[in-house]
């Protein structure tokens, strides 16, 4: 089945402790995103990747790091994560990285920090 | 800088009921506008995307309207039922040179289908 993983879907942790939110597509996407969303913003980018090796800051970066090593996987690390990072967080993927194409999204993993 | 607004913010309604989710966007250079529909645990769910050109898509009960120039869009569900509770996203994508694949949404419509 297509589809787009994240794990965990739920965490709590404390401030200043690394984690890591790991994101999977097997579709062969070349365009990956992260996503956070929050009562009264909506989603909003963090990163996105347009291909292995190339990635590039979204609209609200601060605090987040990405990295894109194999095509099917795009992990969003926080290495000190703070009270403010708490929100629920989506992966997306798509064939390609122009308006185009449809963007599939993950079930979305839901991050406390105390 | 675009933005996105969804009016109303929440919605209840009686079953069986024919609704009207809006949208709006400031900038009306999009490339193209996508509803979605969200579920609790369950991500989101791509439901019609209507390309910059186009005026309508439909899918099933569901009827997305685009009017570009004032910056709107609806999303129409018919004959509303329980199942339909979920909250409601629209998404416009950008229209320009070297634009990518980001999305900017709305804060999203919360429906309620009270049996």
């Known amino acids: 089945e297509a589809q787009v993983t994240q794990n965990p879907r739920y965490l709590i942790t404390v401030t200043g402790k690394k984690l890591t939110v790991t994101c999977s597509q097997n579709?062969?996407?070349?365009?990956m995103s992260w996503y956070r969303q929050d009562p009264g913003l909506g989603l909003r980018q963090i990163y996105y990747?347009?291909?292995?090796?190339?990635?590039d800051k979204g609209d609200v970066p601060e605090g987040y790091k990405v990295s894109r090593k194999e095509k099917r996987n795009f992990p969003l690390i926080l290495e000190s994560p703070s009270p403010n990072q708490t929100s629920l967080y989506f992966c997306?993927?798509?064939?390609?990285?122009?308006?185009?194409?449809?963007?599939?999204f993950g079930p979305g993993t839901r991050l406390t920090v105390t | 800088k675009q933005e996105v607004t969804q009016i109303p913010a929440a919605l209840s309604v009686p079953e069986g009921e024919n609704l009207v989710l809006n949208c709006s966007f400031t900038?009306?250079?999009?490339?193209?506008l996508q509803w979605f529909r969200q579920d609790p645990g369950k991500g989101l769910t791509s439901l019609l995307l209507?390309?910059?050109?186009?005026r309508e898509q439909t899918s099933g009960r569901l009827n997305a309207s685009l009017d570009k120039s004032s910056g709107r869009s609806t999303l129409y569900i018919a004959a509303s039922q329980p199942g339909d509770s979920a909250t409601y996203l629209c998404?416009?994508?950008?229209?320009?040179?070297?634009?990518?694949?980001?999305?900017?949404f709305g804060t999203g419509t919360l429906l309620a289908v009270q049996p």
């Open positions: 579709m062969n996407h070349e365009y």
């Open positions: 997306a993927s798509s064939l390609g990285r122009g308006q185009k194409y449809e963007q599939y």
């Open positions: 900038d009306s250079a999009i490339y193209n």
């Open positions: 998404a416009v994508r950008r229209n320009y040179g070297g634009a990518t694949n980001k999305l900017i």
């Open positions: 209507i390309q910059s050109s186009q």
């Open positions: 990747s347009m291909n292995v090796e190339v990635t």
